[in-house]
């Protein structure tokens, strides 16, 4: 399979989409940190959808925002349907976003919320060399310090944990086991980033992510059908599944969609590391998981780092 990612002619390293006025940018940033607000809800929500696994979250969170965006779609005359060539590369797009969501979603199993979202968004750095790789968008070079700070807070944040290796399944406690999911998610957000931001002057937004989603939600569909109604659902369990398919993807992920069409994609990607805060805030209240000292220490860090390559 062969996926392309192209950027506009005019491509530059400034914080802007080339061509975007400086009212733009700043709706985008805006976008970006209205949709953190949404994704911080995401590990609650996971946790709070239990028993449904990994897999059977992420299939019906797709299918449920993709019903959403398609509807948003509708509402605002935009044509959803996309050309048969551009079928493949959604696919892919597809394809990528579904394995973002269950090694993220299947993290939560094995690893506390901290570690999970921390290492879940190393992504910039997977961002940042994407960008540049495919949509010729390198950064001024005094932003990669920056960078590096926000990452060395994210691997603070993430701590040095006693037993860190010692592995027990049956008892969902597997820390580096949930640690390299959490990466690999990483690794995916970063290739769907860069897939949203490629395609941004070629299709309209809700064609964009009803066509993402939906595609993704199809690779999940077999996996997803097998396993529907195995086992009983409890209303709470319901209710978190479909809060995950309106709030954190349907409208955290389609906002950040539309964000990275008028930022660079590092920067809303950066700004986007700020779900760790939210959702480790909403890890005390709800589920008592006390951060370390090692893990505010690097909350701090991280958000120097961002605010170094934003300004």
Known sequence: ?????????????????????????????????????????????????????????????????????????????????????????????????????????????????????????????????????????????????????????????????????????????CMILGDGLAILSALCFGIYSIAGRSVRDAHPLFRYTTNVYGFAALWLLPIGAYLAFQHSYSTLAIASVVALGVFPLGLGHTLYNAAIRYVHATYANLIATQEVTIGIILGIIFFHEIPSWSAVIGIIITLLGIISVIF
């Open 1 to 173: 399979m062969k996926t392309r990612f192209s950027a506009s002619p005019e491509a530059s390293g400034t914080s802007t989409t080339p061509g975007t006025s400086p009212e733009l940018a700043r709706r985008g940033l805006l976008f970006v940190c209205i949709a953190v607000i949404f994704f911080g809800s995401n590990p609650v929500f996971v946790r709070w959808a239990a028993p449904f696994s990994s897999l059977e979250i992420a299939f019906w969170r797709l299918a449920i925002a993709t019903l959403l965006v398609a509807l948003m779609g509708l509402i605002t005359h935009q044509p959803l349907r996309i050309a048969r060539g551009e079928i493949r590369n959604f696919a892919f797009y597809g394809l990528v976003t579904a394995l973002h969501f269950v090694f993220y979603i299947s993290s939560l199993s094995f690893t506390t919320i901290a570690h999970s979202l921390a290492l879940t968004y190393t992504s910039p750095i997977f961002v940042t060399l994407f960008s540049v790789i495919f949509l010729k968008e390198p950064l001024p070079k005094r932003k990669y310090v920056g960078i590096g700070v926000a990452v060395l807070g994210v691997a603070i944040l993430a701590g040095f944990e006693p037993n860190y290796t010692t592995c027990n399944l049956n008892g969902g406690k």
